[in-house]
């Protein structure tokens, strides 16, 4: 093949440009660390690269209502547990008077305390987590529970979060089935109207009726089986939330394990790559200031 | 025969020396010339004669002074270049548009989806706060904003490729105007006689160029003259020294230009370019850059369509209105927030139910649905899909471009090695003619010494 100076000269360029380009890319990736910047740089690995940080952003969003759910559910459980504790103040006090009592102020005593107890019950049932009565469904605007009956003026509309894809989580308990079930359409914890057990044993300890304060005995009795309901209901829902998030963050775990893979330059392959390139580069450079200095002009 | 011969014979070859010598001038001038073809001078015994019952030789004759060319590399080049020239157009302003949908290093149009969906969710844990009923109009606002980004500049490069005919119509029809030029005076060089070596080599470098911005194909007729013809449509362009011309005329459908050209002495005529950087950029404002645009109004469509679906069905905060539609507008461009009052965001499913959160977790439910592509994607994944095409005609593209210089590189490689003009070669010629010079000029100094002596005999 007969070869020109300009054939050189052309040939050189293009070697030059070729190593340049391949020096340029591997600087992008040691600087950039990312093996994508740009979906052309890997078509394919981009879509999974965005899907991929699309279900770690959703799993934020999950671990975030997660988060929440699980103080709404420690703030239900922290007052169920004190309901259940005014039950059992309440149950000591019917306890001393089961028999009935001739002495008018025994009976008031029974009375005054049964009927704090009771409004303790109510505030407890009014309860709020920022501005949300917890027991109160979808109605926010009255307090849920009042002294006198109707007792409940909130809703018994369940509120569903989602914890993960297609996967939700009730996060209240609807004050009616808790505290007055004989009102409510659906009665997973029981059937007793607790406030109504107390107005009724207030009323039967005041008449000094043995048998109602009997029935109004196993009334709170039954009660409090109710509140212990939710209560197992709530334990339930904690368990399943710290389930949740441990596949949660099982999953994320595996989806930053691929992502890194992918995305993440090896950072020791090039910097061997770098140095290969950078040999080649200055061979080339040396090899065209050879060649473009040779000419018969500076023999004749 | 005599003295005068040997005398003639001389001057003959200090005439063809000098002449050699000015070729050999002309090739080391030219030497980076673009498109200059080396030449070379054909010698040949003068006219013999016959004295004294011999036949004796005459001298030395320039033939012809020929240019190094290849006829059937000169096509592979035009056809070469036409495929560069438009995978180049294309793979430049797809390079540009990319960064549009580059959303690997930061967020985009995917992004604000899933932040609006976000904010949904958000507004399920709390759908009678302000804050959350807020977060949920600024995020769909940012969406919005989104779009209009994308789609603007999808617009824009649209609108300056439509921009970029005219210029290219104009550099293509000033280059079919010098090859018809160059072809008339190749053509009256010919017809006297002349060398027009130079001005073909101009001629056929520009029709190299030409070939860059469109596909053409030509014929070489036998006065040295070139037809050229379009080679989407088969028009012509050049027909020796008449010439065509591409015009631009506006579309009232789509309010772009449409391409016409007009063959010399001919009617105009639409056509649909298909090659060179002309056919790139027809196909990327037409197909490949339109396609984005129609992506993205389908995902801004579908996203009016069902968010305004669920949106409707639900309450506004006083629980008892029902909601209005979310957005207005079904293209990427005109979407738009509909609503501005955080209070008309529907976030309860039930009448009279202002805590209730169901509108709200049906919203959030509407990311995982399969919403996109008759019922097989989510809006996301479309958004992936579109990003992952851009990201797959980019890489193509770069990947011709890069097969096509190496090509059109070794083609140059070639057409240098046949036709290059070799420094050392030309400097070897230049000693070589000066000997040759200085020996005929010593033929005519000892032919004078000759002449001399038989002076001398007659004094």
Known sequence: ?300 | MGLSTVLEIGRNALNTYRVAQEVTGENIANVNTPGYSRQRVLLETAQTVSANGFTVGNGVNISKIERYYDGMLQQQMVSAQSTEGYDTAKSSVLQQLEQTFNEITTDGLGAAISDFFGAWQDLTLNPDGTAERQAVLSRGQILTDTFHAVSTNIEDTISSLNDTLNSLTDSINTTLTSIAELNGKIKLTGQLGGNSNEIRDQRDQLIRDLSTQIGITYTENSDGTTDVKYADGGAELVTGSAVGSFSLTVNAGTGHYDVNVTPPGGAVALVSPATGQLGAVISLRDTTIQGYLDDMNDLAKTMFTEVNSIHTGGFQHDGTTAGTNFFSGTTAAGIALNISATSEVAASGVSGAVGDNSNALKMTQLQNSLTMSSGTETFNAYQDGVVSQIGLDVESSLNAETRDIAFTTQLSTLRESNSGVSLDEELTNLVKYQRSYQASAKLVTTATDMMDIVLGLIR
């Open chain 1, 1 to 300: 093949m007969r070869v020109t100076s300009n054939m050189s000269n052309d040939n050189s360029i293009y070697n030059i440009q070729q190593s340049q380009s391949k020096l340029y890319k591997t600087n992008e990736l040691i600087g950039t660390q990312r093996n994508i910047s740009r979906p052309s740089d890997d078509s394919v690995n981009s879509k999974l690269l965005l899907d991929i940080g699309y279900k770690l952003k959703a799993n934020d969003q999950y671990l975030s209502n997660i988060a929440k759910s699980d103080t709404w559910q420690h703030v239900t459980s922290d007052t169920l547990t004190a309901m259940s504790d005014i039950m059992t103040l309440a149950k000591e006090q019917v306890a001393t008077i089961t028999s009935g009592s001739s002495d008018a102020t025994i009976r008031q005593n029974v009375v005054t305390q049964l009927q704090t107890l009771k409004q303790q019950m109510v505030d407890m049932g009014n309860m709020q987590l920022g501005d949300q009565y917890i027991f109160g469904g979808a109605k926010n605007s009255v307090k849920p529970f009042s002294i006198t009956s109707p007792y409940y003026s909130g809703d018994e509309t369940a509120i569903n979060i989602e914890v993960g894809k297609e996967n939700t989580q009730q996060i209240n308990i609807e004050g009616n089935r808790l505290l007055t079930a004989d009102t409510a359409l659906s009665q997973p914890y029981g059937s007793t109207n607790v406030l109504k057990a107390f107005d009724d044993l207030i009323t039967a300890v005041n008449a000094n009726d043995v048998t109602a304060i009997v029935a109004g005995a196993q009334a709170l009795e039954a009660g409090a089986k109710q509140i212990n309901n939710a209560q197992s209901d709530v334990a339930g829902r904690l368990v399943r939330l710290d389930a949740t998030t441990k596949i949660i963050e099982n999953n994320r775990n595996t989806l930053e394990t691929i992502y890194t893979n992918i995305q993440y330059v090896d950072n020791a392959k090039l910097a061997v790559e770098l140095n290969q390139q950078q040999i080649a580069y200055e061979a080339t450079l040396s090899a065209t200031a050879k060649i473009s200095k040779l000419s018969l002009l500076d023999y004749i």
